[in-house]
């Protein structure tokens, strides 16, 4: 059966299940912010996150979710950065293999990132959408377990232990914004606030160039978005036109988005 949705309960066993793999990052006030806007303002310092980025949950939470036979064979992702180099780290600590699946818009400084953990890195093509059919040539040819970058219980569950001490840190939060490309981060934060404080609203934000899960949102489906380069390249990327997980997630559970041009940015 299919999961069709993440629940509170997923990510406090998720939150259980990679204990100690992950840093509990700090939440700070932001003097400037709040009072340029009035209200108080606080700041998630994930860029402290082990690998950089809240990646390294969902990748952490997947990997540990594994059977031995599944560890055994590897894992297998296509991703803008990030992701890969979060499953490159999580796997590494596993003496699994890995092989991460980039498109040439990827930058390079990604790239040498991921191939320093020991992965292998195969470049494909323009776009995700090119990286995921070597991923799934690798699944049927060699075996490989993919772990998607967000479409995926373990991952998305393991993404929303990030909103469990966002919650945790501000008890009283309003409002929270959260990056959004695939959903992945956005539908577990969502669902870990929510599900403690179900009056706390969720606005997505993205980059105006390629917005995806905005597109699709506004379509009532997943759709096919051109891949364009932006300053947000960690953004990029398409959902999937067989998203299983995230694009209902995000419809349910986000209060709204808002899209950044590059000049906002």
Not at 22 to 42: M, Y
Not at 168 to 188: K, N
Not at 234 to 241: D, N, R
Request: a negative charge; charged letters at 20%.
């Amino acid at each position: 059966m299919i999961m069709t949705q993440v629940t509170l309960e997923h990510i406090r066993a998720a939150r259980e299940r990679i204990a100690g793999k992950v840093e509990r990052t700090p939440t700070v006030l932001s003097q400037s912010l709040s009072e340029e806007l009035g209200v108080p303002i606080h700041l998630k310092l994930e860029h402290r996150q082990t690998t950089g980025s809240f990646k390294l949950r969902g990748a952490s939470n997947a990997v540990a979710s594994l059977s031995t036979a599944e560890k055994a064979r590897g894992v297998v992702a296509a991703s803008t950065g990030n992701h890969g180099r979060a499953l490159a780290h999580a796997s590494k600590l596993e003496g699994m293999r890995a092989v991460i699946c980039m498109s040439r818009l990827v930058p390079e400084n990604k790239l040498d990132g991921i191939r320093r953990l020991g992965a292998e890195v195969r470049i494909i093509g323009n776009s995700q959408d090119d990286a995921q059919q070597e991923v799934d040539r690798l699944v049927a040819q060699e075996g490989l377990v993919m772990l998607p970058p967000f479409d995926h219980p373990d991952i998305v569950a393991g993404q929303g232990t990030l909103g469990l001490e966002m919650i945790e840190q501000v008890p009283d939060a309003a409002l929270v914004l959260v990056q959004l490309s695939g959903g992945g981060l956005a539908s577990g934060v969502a669902a870990a606030i929510k599900g403690v404080s179900p009056g706390t609203k969720i606005i997505g934000v993205s980059m105006a160039r390629g917005a995806a899960m905005k597109a699709s949102l506004d379509a009532g489906r997943p759709v096919l978005v051109e891949e364009l380069p932006t300053l947000a390249d960690s953004l990029g990327g398409g959902i999937g036109l067989d998203n299983r997980l995230t694009f209902a997630m995000c419809r349910d559970l986000l209060d709204g988005i808002v899209l950044l041009s590059e000049d906002d940015t």
